[in-house]
């Protein structure tokens, strides 16, 4: 485990400037926390997350009390068939009551994506428990080809999905 400060091989890692952790595209360390445990960002991700999840799982008791109509999709009412997002509300809500064959059914992606929120939630309250932070390195290649494999990955989806379920779900 290394700490912010040591000395990597000829490699000096700071606290503000990263370079490289690993030779990998990805990494991960657990440093002392010795600045405040969450940062602003953080915590409002953390409070972002913990109400769409809170949301996900409290929507159909309320559902009734509300005239939300959550089927608005301007691609669906236009070209008549689901858009890329189509059903992931659905997906989530399924998920957060356990429904996990309803919730692929609604969207493929839709379990996948509940369960890194749920990740990244318990993420953001680790270094509260622990005392220690979590920093993640993610090379700069990565990052430019992580937003094209995500797109890739749901226009697959989308195909299976209109292939195997129709436009009607």
Request: charged share 15%.
């Amino acid at each position: 485990m290394e700490f912010a400060g040591e000395l990597t091989g000829s490699r000096i890692m700071t606290d503000r400037l990263i370079r490289y952790w690993d030779r990998g595209s990805f990494s991960v360390r657990f440093s002392p926390a010795d600045k405040p445990l969450l940062r602003r960002k953080e915590f409002l991700l953390f409070l972002v997350l913990s109400w769409i999840l809170a949301l996900c799982y409290l929507y159909p008791y309320v559902s009734g009390l509300t005239d939300i109509n959550f089927g608005f999709c301007v691609f669906r009412r236009v070209t008549g068939i689901p858009c890329l997002f189509c059903g992931m509300t659905r997906s989530m809500i399924a998920c957060a009551h356990l429904r996990l064959q309803d919730a692929f059914y609604y969207h493929l992606l839709g379990p996948f994506i509940f369960f890194v929120l749920i990740g990244s939630l318990l993420g953001l309250t680790f270094p509260i428990v622990t005392g220690k932070r979590v920093e993640i390195y993610v090379s700069p290649r990565a990052r430019r080809w992580f937003p094209w494999s995500l797109l890739a990955l749901f226009i697959a989806a989308w195909v299976a999905k209109l292939v195997f379920f129709g436009a009607n779900v």
